[in-house]
Nanobody
């Protein structure tokens, strides 16, 4: 199983980016997928998660109203649309798949498949 994340880059504050994460090796039906991020010197933190159907989404308070998570199950891909970016959004962003089916969590230890990370830098 592989997850490949891409779409990161350098953007000015107030700008936007769209991250993608494509899975291969299996389908992730009935599993939540999520985005986490890790800034230099900080622990990995939850950003957003989405159910298999896409009908349930949850966000960290710090990104609510600015980021949107979505998924395309036919493509085995999850997306993160990031608008109104702030310098504090600077981090390496990782996609992940939950360990257990239909299980929603914001804890990294509840996810067992991870992408390689894509770096997002927001300049002020």
């Amino acid at each position: 199983v592989q997850l490949q994340a891409f779409g990161g880059g350098l953007v000015q504050a107030g700008g936007f980016l769209r991250l993608s994460c494509a899975g291969s090796g299996r389908t992730f039906s009935s599993y939540y997928m999520a985005w986490f991020r890790q800034a230099p010197g900080k622990e990995r933190e939850f950003v957003a998660t989405i159910s298999w159907s896409g009908g349930s989404t949850y966000y960290a308070d710090s990104v609510k109203g600015r980021f949107t998570i979505s998924r395309d199950n036919a493509k085995n891909t999850v997306y993160l649309q990031m608008d109104s970016l702030k310098p504090e959004d600077t981090a390496v962003y990782y996609c992940a798949v939950a360990k257990y089916s239909n299980y929603r969590s914001g804890r990294p230890e509840d996810y067992n498949y991870w992408g390689q990370g894509t770096e997002v830098t927001v300049s002020s």
